[in-house]
């Protein structure tokens, strides 16, 4: 009943006043405020396109309660230091989000490489203690979001386009070989192809080689897939993925006798 009267005398006013659906939202003058006072205010809202939290004192339990309205298009929670990722479940329930601000929040790349129903996400903002460590996860995080912007700690994050080549490839059922300049392309096939530094890219016959020294990259699509002891090998043709893989990082190609050529280039995405 004290909580009741106290959430009445600071926040009644404003709660009386609150329209079913905003489109912009911004609760940041209240800079204490709580779960509890949250709830209150939000009793009779419905739908909002921006919702502001950034600095206050929500926790988990807040985005809970946001996951059940029926939209939220932008959420800031910069700064809410208590959010980790026990709010993850909840925040991936809205799926209405476009713009999602974890700045200066507890949730890691972790828990950021759950939020798999999120299809609608167009910009990402968080925090990251070292931004080299997490390149890997990174990758992932592009390919689950390949249409969303990256903002790490206020620094848009660029993708290097063979690092985003060689991370979708990897465990695909292709081979490869590189054909070098000035060079033959009789090297036998390669059954998987990596980039161990910046400038370099390698084969599992070949390699490693400058990317200055590669001309270009042969990939074999057709997987050779056993069905049986009895059964002839089924040939499965990869190339329609593989294609629009290319044409999503404007890698220049050209297929010849079922084999694709690969140029590659050296761009940020």
Known sequence: MKKDKQLKYKYGKLAESMLSYYDHLDLRLFDDLHDDGFAYIMANVRG?????????EITNESIRLISILEYVKELRV???????????????????????HLKNTSVTIDGLLKLDALTNLKTLLFSADDVEAIKEKMLQLKTMHPACEFVIDGKPYYFNAIDRFIY??????????LKIK????????????????DN???????GPY?????????????????EGKLV???EVDHSAAIIKLLEGLSFPFMVTGGVISVYILKTEL
């Open 200 to 206: 370099y890219i390698e084969a599992e016959a070949q």
């Open 182 to 197: 000035k060079g033959s392309i009789d090297a036998p096939w390669s059954s998987w192809l990596g980039h161990p530094s």
């Open 78 to 100: 910069k700064g809410c230091h208590q959010l980790d990722d026990g709010c993850v479940n909840d925040l991936n329930k809205i799926t209405s989000l476009e713009l999602l």
């Open 210 to 226: 400058s990317l200055d020294d590669i001309e270009w990259i042969e990939i074999n699509p057709v997987e050779k897939r056993a």
């Open 48 to 56: 909002v396109n921006m919702l502001d939290l950034n600095e206050t």
């Open 232 to 234: 002839p090998e089924k």
């Open 168 to 177: 979708a490839i990897k465990g695909q059922p292709y081979s490869y070989r």
